[in-house]
């Protein structure tokens, strides 16, 4: 998305478009921030299994897979959400 919003801006000048087009970009940098806490969390989690492989941190266990599997849940809807309206307005645009 954020190269498709790169090609579009090089062919847009539109001052309300470039108002748009720097909101989409904010969201897709948050995104991008998002995403590298899950990889964050996920090689903890990795981390985790690695050094108790005795299976003593269940409960641990199961507690950081369960925030991880809503984190991801809830990044999956949103991200949907912007990639919806992010091609509709380049659909309303172009």
């Known amino acids: 998305m954020k190269n498709r919003l790169a090609e579009v801006l090089d062919h847009s000048v539109d001052k309300d478009f470039l108002v748009l087009a720097e909101q989409f970009q904010n969201k897709f940098i948050l995104k991008d921030e998002y ?3 899950l990889r964050h969390d996920i090689n903890k989690l990795d981390q985790i299994l690695s050094d108790n ?26 991200f949907y959400m912007l990639k919806n309206d992010f091609n509709k307005y380049l659909s309303s645009v172009v």
């Open 35 to 37: 995403i590298d806490e």
């Open 53 to 78: 492989s005795g299976g003593s941190v269940t409960s641990i266990l199961t507690k950081t897979q369960g925030k991880l599997r809503n984190a991801m849940e809830y990044f999956e809807k949103d």
